[in-house]
DNA sequence: TTGAAAGCGTTACCAT
DNA sequence: ATGGTAACGCTTTCAA
């Protein structure tokens, strides 16, 4: 392996000159940055990232907390994180808490403290207090990207706000009998999106003079399939909502499927909305209420490289827009155009 | 930030030492053993990073090069990866080459190269030569998974096999008019992937005397919504196949929508197959041939940490195994029933 | 079993 | 503009 000795050594001139030359430093004569590049790049000299990070006390890469990159969210994030990273030339070491989560300890333990990172962005998660102690020992910046969590850093939609806005759509439209497929608090995941969602829903409906039945109400995961299987179990009750209003996109799509198979026209027979503006939500037509998980991301990874730049940290809470995308799966319940 | 210097201290014997305790070697005995485990946990002192990996010349750490992390074979892979070494403290750099992958040449020149990692895993790539040769100049182990590359290291299954046994299951059932989703070779990703599958179909077919009809073979990209309009289009042509081999799980749910919206019933008037046992595959109740994605990742995962501790590397072509599995989107063609 | 000390490859300060 | 040279924090001989 060439270092830089090397090429000090085949341009004739010091290591600190080569330092400074290869990073673009001033005070090098245009003349000799040129031999260092040249030679530096003939000899195909890399800087060794343990030495410089040694040297400097700057890693140049951020760890990335996440529960898994399986869902549309967490990778559609890490996408976004990533992009703003790359950018910068940082590198991102990803910090994955497996499927199961079992190896959470050994993650938080070993790995991430393994001053390996500059900064930390964590996804969405539901952090032990000994989790965020440990966050907080590293003494670097921090943030969570997807729901709050007390005394740290975050940054999202205001679930709250989004979950109302979802129904009130449904409301506005003229239903009145409007069902909701809530989340399922995830063990490790941060408990309080599925929460959220359901209370937006729950004072949407207040507001408007109804109340959510408890039987409308069907838990699921976040997944397409576990959704389906609710959406089954909500749809066959009678009577039945002429409304849904999905905790997430891949839900929204897992009641799409079931009304298919009960036979069920969406929208004339029941209408679907849900939240992300997943990927697949165009190709089913589906009314969501769309936040940009990319930008989440990206503005994320910007936060943090500000802060290593030296910049104050930007206080409160950080939310981001949400907007209504209205496609093919809501509609005004037909029972009206019947009785009319 | 508390360093080895201050364990030493305050448990009063000699840096050397205690970096023999903290990793367990032997020659501590076991009296200062426990002192220093006790103080180093007390005082919350965690490794350098870069200061072991500079004096080792190890960072343990694995380059992972992905196009990116949003489609399921991709985060499906990166999960087992990702979960192999989790096992044995390594960390994952994750090397995104971006949606759009015009970060590439940054990312191979910047970042990968900054000696970050012991060895290297990329996911279905298409180097090109001057890839290939940074690759091989870092020195250290290296394979693909996912699609075969001359001149490096790869694993995955046998892409003609696979698309032939998809492909004759449907003959086997009686289908005489087989068409094909074929998947679209995409810029930087490995074209040979979307080939074979093709190349196995035809070449299942004429084994079994029957020729492809150009009509019937409708290329896309490999995402859900691309396939549904391939669906469309060649299902709306007359004559109609009573089956269609999709080059991917992804692309089967494509074709299985298009079909419902055509009033298709599947598999009475249409059969489809796909490859992969994609995460939705169940929920479709689609028939495909399963590829263990999560365990290639760990495959390949584990084969590097075998070089990296020493071991010769496995050569040669490295297949790994698929099977079919029946569910409920493929039958004997219709035409069959009605004639008889 | 333990300790002293020489690296590991860079960076950054201080001279020049 | 350039060079010499301490750090940086850890590992690993080699002695004791």
Known sequence: MTSIDDVARASGVSTATVSRALRGLPNVSPATRETVLATAEQLGYVVSSSASGLATGRTL???????????????????????????????????NLGLKGEDRERVFHRSILRKRT????????????????????????????????????????????????????????????????????????????????????????????????????????????????????????????????????????GAILAARELGLDVPRELSVIGIDNHALAETFGLTTIAQDAFGQGRLAAELMLEELAGAPPRVGQLHVPATLIERATTAPPASRAQVE
């Open 61 to 95: 890469a951020m760890g990335v907390v996440v529960p898994n990159v399986s869902r549309w969210f967490y990778a559609t994030v890490l996408e976004g994180i990533d992009a703003a990273l790359r950018r910068v030339g940082y590198d991102t070491i990803l910090f």
């Open 118 to 253: 500059d900064a930390v962005i964590a996804l969405c998660l539901d952090f032990t207090p000994a989790e965020r102690e440990q966050l907080a020992s590293l003494g670097h910046p921090t943030i969570v990207v997807g729901g709050p969590v007390p005394g740290l850093r975050h940054l999202g939609v205001d679930e709250l706000a989004v979950a109302r806005a979802a129904t009130a759509h449904l409301i506005a439209l003229g239903h009145r009998q409007i069902g909701h497929l809530a989340g399922i608090p995830e063990p490790g995941l941060n408990k309080r999106v599925p929460q959220r969602r359901r209370r937006g829903y729950e004072l949407a409906l207040s507001s408007a003079g109804l109340s959510a039945r408890p039987e409308w109400i069907e838990p699921s995961d976040f997944q397409i399939s576990g959704a389906r299987e609710a959406a089954l179990r909500l749809l066959r009750r009678e009577p039945r909502p002429t409304a849904l209003f999905a905790a997430s996109d891949e839900m929204a799509i």
